[in-house]
């Protein structure tokens, strides 16, 4: 019990303290402050927008913002660097999609599904509208786009590389649940259509 007593009274004097020096470096640099924030103020700009689309509303349990940084005339170039972001806010925290990575396990968008979506031949295409907008396909990408069901999952298209197709597999229950989504860099040709 002493130790945590100790661990709660050390943890709590260097949270004091390093508040302390965040405090005393904006009073006594207010103006610098100042100026730095006007100096990101005038150079970046962020716009943040609500997906509304009926595909994601319909799909997912949580909003998604579609967020553009542009950052514009930092040393004097007349060039603007833009940054976009699709991200989710699930009521606690605003987080990134899962990153893709070579043949990805999806356990975070697997939990974003609503609990009454069944993925079947009739909301397939919606589906792939979700992906369009929380995955969208770079505009040089040749669109590949395409869906299909086999053996037991949904498979949906969004590249190909060498002959090699690239897309989303999902598996679904014997009702439509989805129940596992991953990313699949390279398909197995009994899985092809």
């Not at 730095?36 to 700009?45: A, G, H, P, Q």
């Amino acid at each position: 019990m002493d130790c945590i007593f100790k661990n709660t009274i050390g943890n709590s004097l260097t949270w004091a303290m390093l508040l302390s020096i965040t405090c005393a470096f904006c009073q006594d640099h207010p103006e610098a402050t100042y100026r730095l924030d006007n100096f990101i103020n005038k150079s970046c700009e962020t716009d943040y927008n609500k997906i509304t689309s009926e595909a994601v509303n319909n799909i997912l349990k949580y909003d998604v913002f579609h967020i553009t940084q542009k950052t514009k005339n930092i040393y004097g170039e007349k060039d603007t660097e833009i940054h976009q972001f699709i991200v989710v806010d699930n009521g606690q925290n605003v987080k990134r999609f899962e990153h893709i990575d070579t043949n990805t396990s999806l356990p975070e968008l697997t939990s974003y599904i609503q609990e009454d979506f069944r993925l079947n031949q009739e909301t397939a295409f919606v589906f792939q509208s979700m992906l369009d907008d929380i995955y969208p396909i770079a505009n040089w990408k040749p669109d590949k786009r395409e869906f299909f069901f086999k053996n037991g999952k949904w498979y949906f298209l969004r590249d190909a590389y060498f002959r090699s197709k690239q897309g989303f597999e999902i598996t679904v229950d014997s009702t439509g649940k989805i129940t596992n989504i991953c990313y699949k860099m390279k398909w197995d040709e009994q899985e092809s259509k």
